[in-house]
């Protein structure tokens, strides 16, 4: 059973950063692609990123593209998203999703806050 747990998020300026982590653990993920979802009240869960976890390939949203970047430390099974230039508009809940790659998410984390103040 793959585990996973957010963990990072808070509340900060408009123009701050943050660094949201995802410990996994369970099984090996080396046929995984870890994600970044978010969901804004009101709003429909919505993309964020992704990273392939054999080749440390990357893709995001449009929307996030150039200031959000996903890593990954092998030494702990974390995946991080590190969020800069945050806006009012990034406030939502962010989970972590794991999933093989080409498919969707079978895994998800508990979620955590996100709150960018104007």
């Known amino acids: 059973q793959v585990q996973l747990v957010e963990a990072g998020g808070g509340l900060v300026q408009a123009g701050g950063s943050l660094r949201l982590s995802c410990a996994a653990s369970?099984?090996?993920?080396?046929?995984?692609?870890m994600a970044w979802y978010r969901q804004a009240p009101g709003k429909a869960r919505e993309f964020v990123g992704a990273?392939?976890?054999?080749?440390?390939?990357?893709y995001y949203a449009d929307s996030v593209k150039g200031r959000f970047t996903i890593s990954r430390d092998d030494a702990k099974d974390t995946v991080y998203l590190q969020m800069n230039s945050l806006q009012p508009e990034d406030t939502a809940v962010y989970y972590c999703a794991a999933g093989r790659v080409g498919q969707t998410p079978d895994s998800w984390g508990q979620g955590t806050q996100v709150t960018v103040s104007s």
């Open positions: 369970g099984r090996t993920f080396s046929s995984y692609t």
């Open positions: 990273i392939r976890w054999s080749n440390r390939f990357t």
